[in-house]
């Protein structure tokens, strides 16, 4: 055990058992979960859709059928002919990445290594791909954002390094809030699950700054663009 | 590419003023702090006229601060076990100097996942973190040769210009769009431009070949949750992800007392932390990291360091300053203090400025710091707008409180309070005072107000008349009313 | 509206008003006594303490705070002060001077319950409708109202002021442009940072030039010392009163 660790936790209780300056906690606490948990499905659906967009991302409601051809076409539209994706299994659309595949498209999302050359060599390839197609855990009404977990067949990147990020949901993935879905997501949004994968993004629109002169520029680091599809 | 330490500022009263007198003489600045204010202070209003229960949304801030700090111990070693737990390492600084060896060995430690052949320095990419700044970690790394680049676009632009950062949410607010263009002209050969977007595009392709060849990522955190191990980072630009996903080791750089208890308590705090901040109902990314890569997982970080920091904090808990280690840096104070506003974040001298900041800086640092805490008219702003209901003026007080204590002020300024206790004692000595007062403001005025005062009271009247003392103060006048009374009765 | 019933007040006039505006002083007694409200002046009263608390000199404004609670405490009558940064010493100052001296922390704790800023005390405590307390001012003229920092944040008084202003017949209330933000004074501040203060003012003078008011009015002497200081050395013609002064009937 390091030294320091010891001498700071004994520093802390020593500070604790002296300290008297902190004052007590309020009792009454408000209720977490805000007022749109109530609202029906169609309403939260909205509301997602009308906070995404204020922030400049988009919104689409297409049925399933539709989806693939949809994607291809507008990866045609950009000239774009290879994404970063999440795997099928990963994808709310059975069949989209063979849609995809059928019409030419790359589909790259398979494994880093975790030694070198071999993972800088596949880094630099995925960081000049555009576009990324990814599934959600959930999405959040309140506020318009998605949360996507890090897994099996679930690149981090395909939301991160490339200009346009695709999410697709499903109605089953609509809370009212991050805080609706900690209290109602079950195993899904509990500390375990969260604990268990490197990480939990929580995406609102698309990458943004006001660091110069506190003017808005989209598109900093992150997607210049997100597109969010709820698949009927 | 090196950033001045910011304590090498002398933090003398006159070292301050001076900075100060900078400040108020820099048009630029007053303009940027003018319209950070402005905008930052109204849309924080608004943020949190649309949030449902704000109120006790911040009470309830507090609370969980509070229950944090009263057992920060117990949360401490359960943050630690479950970052272990998640895959992650722990390591614990008792101060800067061990922080900064700490990350430095973990640096050099990370050139054996170098691809082979590279002989480039070591390269660590890194966003925004504000124990970075003060523990001075930039300065460390570099002298042993490792290049270090902010990712943050504010940050990027202050380093790349030799400063620290003027705030803690928007480095560079005392820069107009004409400074960085300047600057990226200088650096990058960029033809000069006033579109921001074009210039923010410029720092995305820099920045970009920074994030993909790095060794290491180093990133603040905002809040660890010790019931997960997780560390939740609050960005808007990706720069924040990046540096945590792409290079194959993260070092994550965090105060000892940001924690709070369980995933349900982060979700209340970020409530509170973009509203307050930015006046956003939530960032473009909130980032909840719980371990490096797993093996099943195809991307992110090999190896995930937490560095938990004291450097101060410890000592702070037991103080009359401990309330201050509920803050979570949103910067709200500073945006509507009246003091920030006329003179910036780099007039403190501390990489902690504004109301927070010079209760922090004093806490952290010590009686160098105290006279911070004299730049302040106590008006209360940063009480009413700090989201976890800081009661900051009073931490002020304790800090000036200390700094009498240390013998610190001025003896002009001793003498003077000890006269006026003297004085003030006592009712008889009050009243020849008084008209002690009268008589020489008397001769020193022309009709009723005095033009010009000694030294150094004439910090009053280079800018202000000051009255003359009554020739019948209201206890006379009370008197002769009284004996009025009492004869018409 | 229901008439208070007689009620019996200690004035707390403060040093500043004391010493350098006794016309205030006069003007808050002709207003509690046209309330209704019979006034006293404990004459042992001095200064609450506040430069030397505010100044970081603790011991010696504890010294203070002690005779003020000897002088108050002689009597259970209420206390009422025409200043909101004196009210608020004695409210929230006390107990933080007196936070480990649990005994002088009790009496001041009981001495702030019944300590009141003037407009506070005619309006929150005595519930009088404004038109009683200033109807009868003789006042006319066009005026913006400054709100103390301590009134307003530190005591939370935001309405009472302005609504006793806008009962007397004579004012014209002109809004007051970023009429929160701090007018600069801060007491020792303003000498030990005099340009930072002075730039603080320059704000406060412009808000106050685009009131297009005659008379700027305030709840804080302080403040107004401040800021009639700079409204003369500017040459400008608007002179500072106190609220009392306005509300206040003819001598």
Request: proline share 6%; aromatic share 0%.
């Given at each position: 055990m390091p030294p320091s660790r010891n001498f700071i936790l004994g520093k802390i209780r020593q500070a604790l058992k002296t300290g008297s300056h902190l004052a007590p906690s309020p009792a009454v606490l408000p209720d977490a979960?805000?007022?749109?948990?109530?609202?029906d499905a169609a309403s939260q659906v909205s509301r997602f859709a009308t906070e995404l967009q204020t922030l400049g991302g988009s919104f689409q409601t297409l049925p399933q059928a539709q989806a693939g051809s949809w994607l291809a076409q507008c990866l045609q539209q950009r000239g774009v002919n290879e994404v970063l994706a999440w795997e099928q299994p990963a994808l709310p659309v059975p069949g989209l990445l063979d849609a995809l595949r059928e019409r030419g498209v790359k589909v790259v999302g398979e494994a880093l290594p975790a030694a070198e050359p071999g993972r800088s060599a596949m880094l630099a390839h995925w960081e000049t791909i555009k576009v990324g197609i990814t599934g959600v855990d959930a999405v959040f009404a309140e506020t318009g954002s998605l949360a996507l977990r890090a897994g099996p067949g679930r690149p981090r990147l395909a939301s991160l390094s490339v200009e346009t990020h695709v999410a697709f949901f499903t109605a089953d993935h609509v809370y009212a809030s991050w805080a609706a879905w900690l209290a109602r997501g079950g195993a899904a949004a509990s500390g375990e699950a969260l604990a268990a994968a490197s990480n939990l993004t929580l995406i609102t629109g698309p990458s943004r700054t006001a660091d110069i002169e506190m003017t808005l520029t989209v598109g900093v680091h992150g997607p210049r663009e997100v597109v969010a599809v709820l698949v009927t | 590419m090196t950033t001045d330490p910011p304590r090498t500022a002398g933090q003398s009263h006159g070292a301050f003023k001076a900075r100060i007198a900078t400040a108020l003489r820099n048009p630029i600045l007053q303009v940027a702090l003018d319209r950070n204010h402005e905008r930052r202070v109204a849309g924080r209003d608004l943020a949190f006229a649309a949030l449902p229960a704000a109120e006790a949304t911040r009470d309830r801030g507090r609370a969980i601060r509070l229950e944090t700090l009263s057992h920060l111990d117990c949360y401490l070693e359960r943050f630690a076990a479950s970052v272990e737990r998640n895959g992650g390492r722990v390591h614990w600084a008792a101060d800067a100097a061990e922080a900064q060896q700490i990350i430095l060995d973990l640096v050099q430690a990370a050139a054996g996942r170098r691809p082979p052949g590279r002989t480039t320095p070591l390269l660590v990419a890194k966003s925004k973190s504000m124990m970075s700044e003060e523990i001075e970690l930039n300065h460390a790394l570099e002298a042993e040769g490792i290049r270090v680049v902010e990712t943050d676009l504010g940050e990027f632009i202050v380093q790349l210009r030799g400063e620290p950062p003027?705030?803690?949410?928007?480095?560079?607010?005392?820069?107009?769009r004409e400074e960085v263009s300047a600057l990226f002209a200088e650096r990058f050969g960029m033809a000069p431009t006033l579109d921001v977007a074009h210039m923010t595009a410029l720092a995305r392709a820099e920045l970009r070949r920074v994030f993909f060849s790095a060794d290491v990522g180093i990133s603040g955190v905002n809040f660890g949750v010790a019931e997960t191990g997780t560390l939740a980072l609050i960005t808007n630009e990706g720069n924040g992800r990046l540096c945590t996903t792409v290079p194959p080791v993260h070092i994550a750089l965090m105060g000892l007392e940001r924690l709070v208890p369980t995933l349900a308590d982060l979700e209340v705090m970020l409530r509170l932390l973009p509203r307050s901040a930015t006046a956003q109902k939530i960032t473009s990314y909130v980032s909840l990291l719980s371990g490096p890569r797993r093996a099943f997982e195809p991307d992110g970080p090999e190896e995930l360091h937490v560095v938990l920091v004291d450097n101060g904090r410890a000592r702070m808990l037991g103080g009359a300053l401990a309330e201050a280690l509920l803050c979570i840096r949103c910067g709200a104070c500073l945006n509507v203090c009246p003091v920030f506003t006329e003179i910036g974040g780099h007039a403190y001298g501390s990489p902690y400025g504004g109301p927070i900041g010079s209760v922090v800086s004093a806490g952290l640092f010590g009686s160098d710091f105290s006279e911070l805490a004299n730049a302040s008219t106590l008006c209360g702003a940063c009480r009413d707008i700090c989201p976890v209901r800081i009661d900051i003026p009073t931490m002020l007080l304790v800090v000036r409180g200390q700094h009498v204590a240390a013998g610190l002020p001025p003896a002009w300024l001793r003498l003077g309070l000890r006269a006026w206790e003297w004085v003030m004692a006592q009712p008889g000595r009050y009243r020849l005072a008084q008209r002690a007062a009268a008589l020489a403001t008397g001769l020193l005025g022309r009709g009723n107000w005095v033009r010009r005062l000694p030294p150094p009271l004439n910090a009053w009247t280079d800018r202000r008349d000051f009255p003359a003392f009554a020739a019948r103060p209201f206890r006379d006048r009370w008197k002769i009313r009284a004996a009025g009374k009492a004869k018409s009765d | 509206m229901p008439t208070a019933s007689p009620k019996r007040v200690q004035l707390f006039v403060t040093c500043i008003i004391d010493a350098l505006f006794p016309d205030v002083g006069e003007a808050a007694v002709r207003l509690l006594e046209h309330a209704g409200v019979e006034v006293d002046f404990p004459e042992a009263q001095t200064c609450c303490g506040q430069p030397g608390y505010n100044g970081g000199f603790r011991k010696e404004a504890r010294r203070l705070a002690l005779h003020f609670l000897d002088v108050f405490e002689r009597s259970a009558d209420p206390i009422v002060t025409p200043s909101g940064s004196c009210a608020a010493m004695i409210v929230h100052g006390y107990l933080d001077l007196f936070r480990d001296d649990p005994p002088n922390r009790a009496r001041a704790k009981a001495l702030a319950a019944r300590t009141f800023e003037l407009s506070q005390f005619l309006l929150d405590e005595l519930r009088l409708a404004p038109d009683q307390v200033a109807g009868a001012s003789p006042f006319r003229g066009r005026v913006a109202y400054h709100p103390s920092c301590h009134l307003l944040r530190g005591l939370g008084v935001r309405q009472a002021p302005e609504r006793l202003l806008a009962a007397v017949p004579g004012v014209e209330l002109r809004p007051l442009p970023q009429a929160a933000e701090c007018c600069g004074f801060g007491g020792l501040f303003a000498v030990k940072y005099g340009d930072l203060s002075a730039a603080m003012l320059d704000n406060k003078l412009a808000g106050v030039r685009a009131s297009d008011a005659e008379t700027l009015v305030s709840a804080d002497m302080s403040c107004l010392l401040h800021l009639q200081g700079g409204l003369r050395r500017d040459g400008s013609t608007v002179r500072c009163l106190h609220l009392a002064q306005v509300l206040a009937p003819a001598e």
């Open positions: 979960v805000s007022g749109l948990a109530q609202a | 003027a705030h803690l949410i928007t480095p560079a607010v005392h820069l107009r | -």
